[in-house]
């Protein structure tokens, strides 16, 4: 066993980025997410790894930070809820049109408008359909504990640099501020200049090598018919996240005759709801994606021989329930449960709608 | 001799006086006739050459006229949101303090939509150039009006004339900015006559040794003309912006520390 600690959701985003060698975060307070940068900022990386912290005087420009020091290679990430991500929203679209990998982490808060402070998963459209402008997509991750919060930081480092893309590692409230048992990372060491150079050379601007092709971060091309190959070539990149990426975990779906589709902190509540209604003789699993984009549609698929209907289960008014229904195609009944605007479901609630919206049919 | 024999014996190496910087590229430049972009592009292509440090500048463009710039000074450009420069040069100079950072940006992108994104990186003095083009009017969309825009000005989007009670007054950056400890080079320039780009290119000089010092923020203003926006001949450009544009921007270094 590594470093093993109790430690809150948010305060182990900074720990892994430190631990995995993030070279910079660049951040604006917001409720429930702050402690991510006051974590930071107690933690000075500046010291032990040489790691730029910076509060930002706006999201808009800590994302803005983020597309430029993403522009040299670097390893670098933001944090903010809700309201804060739509401010970022702009940034994204040009860190996706520019093909830069960065990581972007969601401490989702109930909404519209400024909403609340309590946890939700409204935002799931916006993470996984677009939010910014453009046909582009997000990696994106969605962590149902703690010791996975650790986890996908460098796991979406990894895959942003693998794609060139960014990176979303979409959570809530509850998991941002509930404390778990958390096995800490070991420490990777940040990148040096040449390792960068033989990772990144090819299109990082971090100065123009004498003798070599200079480079140039941008998402703007005036000739519409580039502009049409190069979407061509984001489409083709997100069907090979789609064939290569799809991160998914079932539970008690070996013999499920009914299924919850839930991701992040729905997921645990129906971990207690399977046992709440295997007690009632019910057999339900879950299927839980931890990659919503790329989502596992074909992971559902193969499910449907098996189970006789389908329970999606969300803190929001159903956005991820149309995933559910376009792989599902009308084969088996797919229904919606959530609670929302910052309201938690409790297990019974969900056992409750599952024998009402599907069991009831 | 024939006229041409004469020519062709002056061209000669050891008769060379002027040459274009090589850190000036050669594609052809989209800018109108008269406007100011060209010569500033030159003459911070020349300072990078001059100070030997092609391979350390990272240039940040702006969206409007200049946000092409980089098809036109060869070194790695990163291009920006609209106003966001700044927020995109801070990173980069934190997160590569040895290299030569600056921001390159016109008045609507630098005064109007990034106006936070400006006075925060200044009021942080982060380490890095910003070349602050205004020629009172956005070029790229077609010449609508901008926060430098002079009262009573018109342009396509205050067609009678800036009205300052309902539209605000022009905004003077550099005197704003002037009053923040962040930076330490205030200064405002112009380029319309050979003596004036001399002047400017000290200051754009400056600018980078500063950043090579660690000094903070270099802030150079050039007021420039905008032949098109404002409908004028280059030459009646030059002096619609001395006898309008001089008296509200008075030319001159603000700041030095």
């Known amino acids: 066993m590594g470093d093993v600690r109790l430690m809150k959701g948010n305060e182990v985003i900074a720990e892994a980025a430190i631990r995995c060698g993030c070279d910079g975060y660049f951040g604006y307070p917001i409720t429930p997410q702050s402690e991510i940068m006051e974590t930071l900022m107690i933690r000075k990386p500046a010291e032990e790894t ?158 123009k090598k004498a003798g070599s092709e200079r480079n140039i971060s941008t998402s703007l091309d005036l000739d519409s018919a580039k502009q049409e190959v190069f979407n061509h070539k984001l489409q083709a990149k997100y069907r090979a996240m789609e064939e290569n990426d799809v991160r998914f975990e079932k539970i008690a779906c070996d013999d499920a005759e009914y299924l919850f589709v839930a991701y992040g902190s729905s997921a645990r509540i129906c971990q207690k709801s399977i046992e709440l209604a295997r007690e009632k003789g019910i057999k339900v699993g879950l299927l839980r994606p931890i990659t919503l984009f790329p989502y596992p549609t074909k992971q559902i698929q193969e499910m449907l021989g098996q189970v006789k209907g389908i329970l999606s289960v969300e803190m929001s008014a159903g956005q991820m329930v149309e995933d559910v229904r376009l792989a599902v195609e009308g084969k088996v009944p797919v229904e919606h449960f959530g609670r929302y605007g910052g309201i938690i479901p409790t297990p019974e609630e969900v056992v409750e709608a599952l024998e009402e919206k599907i069991l009831g049919k | 001799m024939t006229a041409t024999t004469e020519i062709n014996n002056i061209i000669s190496e050891e008769n060379l006086v002027y040459k274009k910087t090589d850190v000036l590229l050669d594609n052809e430049m989209h800018y109108c006739p008269g406007c100011t972009h060209g010569v500033i592009h030159k003459v911070i292509a020349e300072v990078i050459e001059e100070m030997d440090i092609q391979d350390k500048t990272i240039g940040v463009s702006p969206v409007g006229c200049s946000v092409l710039a980089y098809n036109y000074i060869d070194i790695d450009w990163q291009q920006a949101a609209h106003g966001r420069a700044p927020a995109l040069a801070t990173a980069t100079s934190r997160l590569m303090p040895d290299k030569y950072v600056f921001t390159y940006q016109g008045d609507g992108d630098l005064a109007s939509i990034g106006c936070g994104e400006i006075i925060h990186a200044c009021n942080r003095g982060e380490n890095i150039v910003v070349v602050f083009v205004n020629n009172a ?70 600018g980078f040794e500063n950043t090579r010092e660690k000094k903070g923020l270099s802030f150079i203003e050039i007021v420039g003309t905008c032949s098109s926006g404002w409908k004028l001949s280059p030459t009646q450009s030059n002096e619609w912006m001395k006898e309008n544009m001089f008296p509200y921007y008075p030319l001159g270094t603000l700041k030095d520390e």
């Not at chain 1, 040489?50 to 509060?55: A, R």
């Open chain 2, 137 to 206: 009017i956005y070029g790229m969309t077609g010449g609508q009006m901008a926060p430098t825009t002079l009262e009573n000005q018109v342009t396509a989007t205050s067609p009678y004339g800036r009205d300052c009670t309902s539209t605000g007054y022009p905004m003077k950056m550099s005197e704003m900015v002037s009053l923040l400890p962040g930076t330490r080079f205030v200064t405002r320039q112009s380029a319309e006559t050979a003596g004036a780009v001399r002047k400017l290119k000290k200051a754009i000089r400056k």
């Open chain 1, 50 to 207: 040489g790691m730029v912290v910076l509060q930002a005087e706006s999201e808009v420009a800590a994302i803005n930070m983020v597309y430029g020091g993403a522009s040299c290679g670097k390893k670098v990430m933001t944090s903010s809820s809700s309201p804060g991500i739509s401010l970022k929203a702009e940034g994204i679209t040009y860190l996706a049109g520019a093909e830069l990998p960065a990581l972007i982490v969601n401490i989702v808060r109930g909404g519209p408008g400024l909403g609340t402070i309590q946890p939700a998963q409204s935002d799931y459209f916006q993470a996984v359909k677009g939010g910014g402008h453009g046909d582009y997509k997000l990696i994106v991750l969605a962590p149902a504990s703690v010791q996975e919060m650790n986890d996908f930081v460098d796991l979406g480092f990894e895959l942003s640099f693998k794609y060139l893309n960014p990176a979303m590692i979409l959570s809530d409230g509850v998991i941002g501020q509930m404390m778990e048992k958390v096995e800490l990372s070991d420490y990777k060491p940040r990148w040096t200049d040449e390792e960068i150079e033989k990772i990144s050379g090819s299109w990082a601007t971090n100065g």
